[in-house]
């Protein structure tokens, strides 16, 4: 395929490779691959902080289930993660990552702008919470591939695992909000905030 430029210098400063960084020497593609999974592991260290969050602002049970099962996958993932490093002979490190700071953000103001005790903050912490997953879906999905392009296939395996961990979490959030948040919530007014009783739902 053609690219739109060349340089035969790209990838190279004053003759030496731009992209080593003392360890072991990465190709450009390399490099980015590694940027990557430095992104995702800040991206799920922060992730656990806030899903702690999430957790203890839900309304209903099943959403704190939810959040509560996808914290300890979390936990799991960043394990996980700490392998990929390790067999592409680098050790774990996390680089700050912009996109999931303000994803996170986004969901603290959800929780700071909408009543305790509501499906409403249900409903907006579902769609908080899927705008994370899907996130991690697009970065998980191009390592996946990158790792295969790469041939590192044991990384590329460990990688899907996690993919498909955030498909899954990704589904459940959907059937939560289908089958009775987003309903309950709509039914809600400005009085039945504070006395709503969770008991009575269909949960
Ligand atoms: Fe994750």
């Known amino acids: 395929m053609a690219t739109k430029t060349a340089s035969s210098t790209a990838g190279q400063t004053n003759g030496k490779t731009a992209y080593s960084n003392g360890q072991n020497k990465e190709n450009p593609l390399e490099k980015f691959f590694h940027d990557q999974l430095k992104d995702m592991y800040y991206a799920e260290q922060q992730l656990l902080k806030a899903l702690n969050e999430m957790k203890s602002a839900s309304t209903t049970e099943e959403l704190e289930d939810a959040f509560d099962e996808h914290l ?13 490093f390790s067999i592409i002979g680098q050790k774990p490190e996390g680089k700050k990552c912009e996109a999931m700071d303000g994803l996170i953000k986004e969901g603290k103001t959800i929780i700071s702008e909408t009543k305790e005790g509501t499906m409403t903050r249900d409903a907006a912490l579902i769609i908080a919470a899927q705008k994370i997953e ?16 790469l041939g590192k296939h044991r990384a590329a395996e460990l990688l899907d695992k996690t993919l498909q961990e955030e498909h899954d979490t990704d589904d459940k959030l959907t059937d939560i909000a289908e089958s009775c948040v987003n309903f309950e919530a709509e039914e809600e007014d400005e009085k039945s905030e504070h006395s709503m009783d969770t008991s009575s739902s269909n949960f």
């Open 72 to 84: 300890k996958q979390t936990e799991r993932q960043v394990k996980r993660l700490e392998k990929v």
């Open 134 to 149: 899907h996130y991690e879906i697009a970065t998980y999905g191009g390592l996946v591939a990158l790792a295969l392009t």
